[in-house]
Every structure is written in structure tokens, then in C-alpha cells.
């Protein structure tokens, strides 16, 4: 092999575990690095909603799909931090649950 090709390997190979230890820290448990997405869900919304607002305000709304897009979306706007995939799972988990 060439020093080139042995360069792109080994910066994939720091790519592939920098992207296992990020996915091993978000769930909390280092052996669990895919979790369903329900549980992602319900993490989020006890992590970052809960900062403003009681579990059990979020979990006694009802409201469909398109009505929890608008309600996360304003949420970020008032400063709630999402990724895009997060807001998504979040979304799901909600349009799911909370009908």
C-alpha cells in the first residue's frame, strides 16, 4: 500500500470511532450505540423540553402530526436546541404518543 492510501484508511477509521464514541455518549450507555427511536424520543423530550417545561404539560397535550412540527418548531424559535434529526425523532415520538 501507499502512504496516500494508508492515510485515507486511517482517516476513516478516526471518522467511523470519533462517530462510535459520539453515539455511545449521547445514549448513556457505551454497549448501546442504536437505540429505537421511541426512547430517543422520550430522552429528548425529558432532556431539552423539560428545561421549560413539566413532563406532564407535554404529555397531556394531544395534537396531530403537523401540529407538533408547528409547536417544536416554535420551541426552537424561542431558543429550544435541536438538531434537524433531533427535532424529527422528537416529532415522531410526540405524533406518536401524544395523539
Do not use: F, P
Request: glycine share 4%.
Amino acid at each position: 500500500m501507499n502512504k496516500r492510501t494508508i492515510s485515507i484508511i486511517s482517516a476513516l477509521l478516526m471518522i467511523m470511532l470519533v462517530g462510535v464514541l459520539l453515539a455511545s455518549c449521547s445514549s448513556g450507555n457505551a454497549t448501546a450505540t442504536a437505540s429505537s427511536s421511541s426512547s430517543d424520543g422520550q430522552a429528548l423530550m425529558q432532556d431539552r423540553c423539560s428545561v421549560c417545561h413539566s413532563t406532564d404539560r407535554i404529555t397531556s397535550a394531544h395534537k396531530t402530526a403537523a401540529e407538533w412540527t408547528t409547536t417544536v418548531q416554535k420551541m426552537i424559535n424561542h431558543g429550544a436546541q435541536l438538531t434537524s434529526q433531533e427535532q424529527q425523532t422528537l416529532i415522531d415520538y410526540l405524533a406518536a404518543n401524544y395523539k
